[in-house]
C-alpha cells in the first residue's frame, strides 16, 4: 500500500526523456480521495459474508498530509483594493454578483440559473430558481 501511494505521490519520471512524466505526481487531496476509494472496497471485502480478506490493509496507510505544501499552490486572496478595482471595472449588472462571491466564497456554479434576455421572472421557488416559463441557461 506505501508503494502505491508513493507512486501516486512522486509520480513516475519517463526513463526515456527527463521532461517527461509515465504518471505525473498527485496532490495530498486526490491521493486521499483515491485512498478512500480503496479503502472502502477494501473494507467491503473484509464485511463480507463469508469474509474475502481478514483485514483491511488500507487501514494503516500513512496518506501526505494536506498542509504540508505539496501538490498545490498556496492559495492568495485580493485585498480589498484590488477587489473595488476589479468590481469598478466590471459591468453594472455584475457587480453584486461578485460582491456575493468574494463575500461568501459562493462559486459561479452554485448559483441558480439565470433568465436569457435579462428578464426578471415574477416568482422564485424556493431554492431560489425562477418559477417561470423562460427558457433559463446555466449561470
Known amino acids: 500500500m506505501r508503494?502505491?501511494?508513493n507512486t501516486l505521490q512522486h509520480g513516475v519520471a519517463d526513463p526515456v526523456n527527463a521532461k517527461q512524466w509515465l504518471r505525473r505526481p498527485l496532490a495530498p487531496k486526490?491521493?486521499?480521495n483515491l485512498h478512500?476509494?480503496?479503502f472502502a472496497i477494501l473494507q467491503d471485502a473484509v464485511e463480507a459474508d463469508p469474509p474475502l480478506r481478514t483485514s483491511?490493509?488500507?487501514a494503516r496507510t500513512r496518506l501526505p498530509r494536506l498542509d504540508d505544501g505539496e501538490g498545490g499552490d498556496e492559495m492568495v486572496f485580493l485585498t480589498e483594493q484590488e477587489f473595488a478595482l476589479i468590481r469598478?471595472?466590471?459591468k453594472p449588472?455584475?457587480?453584486d454578483m461578485l460582491t456575493v462571491?468574494?463575500?461568501t466564497g459562493l462559486r459561479s456554479s452554485s448559483t441558480p440559473?439565470?433568465?436569457r434576455g435579462g428578464v426578471t421572472p415574477p416568482s422564485m421557488t424556493a431554492a431560489g430558481f425562477p418559477r417561470s416559463t423562460t427558457r433559463v441557461a446555466a449561470a
Open 88 to 90: 469598478a471595472c466590471a
Open 56 to 58: 483491511n490493509p488500507a
Open 3 to 5: 508503494t502505491w501511494v
Open 101 to 103: 462571491f468574494v463575500g
Open 93 to 95: 449588472d455584475v457587480r
Open 36 to 38: 478512500g476509494i480503496l
Open 113 to 115: 440559473p439565470r433568465v
Open 30 to 32: 486526490t491521493i486521499q
